[in-house]
Nanobody
Framework: QLQLVESGGALVQPGGSLRLSCAASGFTLDDYSIAWFRQDPGKGREGVACMTRPDPETFYADSVRGRFTISENSANNTMYLQMNSLKREDTGLYYC????????????????WGQGAQVTVSS
């Protein structure tokens, strides 16, 4: 089965840090562009970060640039989103995604999706 399984969602205080993981199975993540999206009622779906393939270039939403980092570990076929200096407005359901052609798209046009991980930033 081709799938992405997310983990690491949690409740965290403003200013804190959190790392989300997304483990791929059934396909090689190295061959796909990888991305993170988030969704919160009233805000809609938002592209957070993306990395192209085969030559990696990273892109970030203006709201997270400088605070969030997308990365991938080829050894365990897992992608990550490191989130620092978290704000209340970062609260949402975070999805990882992978796209076969290696391109980044900001409107959900991906081939595989994780199940979602809830991130809540609150004091």
């Amino acid at each position: 089965q081709l799938q992405l399984v997310e983990s690491g969602g949690a409740l965290v205080q403003p200013g804190g840090s959190l790392r989300l993981s997304c483990a791929a199975s059934g396909f090689t993540l190295d061959d796909y562009s990888i991305a993170w999206f988030r969704q919160d009622p009233g805000k809609g779906r938002e592209g957070v970060a993306c990395m192209t393939r085969p030559d990696p270039e990273t892109f970030y939403a203006d709201s997270v640039r400088g605070r969030f980092t997308i990365s991938e570990n080829s050894a365990n076929n897992t992608m990550y989103l490191q989130m620092n200096s978290l704000k209340r407005e970062d609260t949402g359901l975070y999805y990882c995604a992978a796209r076969r052609d290696g391109l980044c798209r900001w409107y959900g046009e991906y081939d595989h999706w994780g199940q979602g991980a809830q991130v809540t930033v609150s004091s």
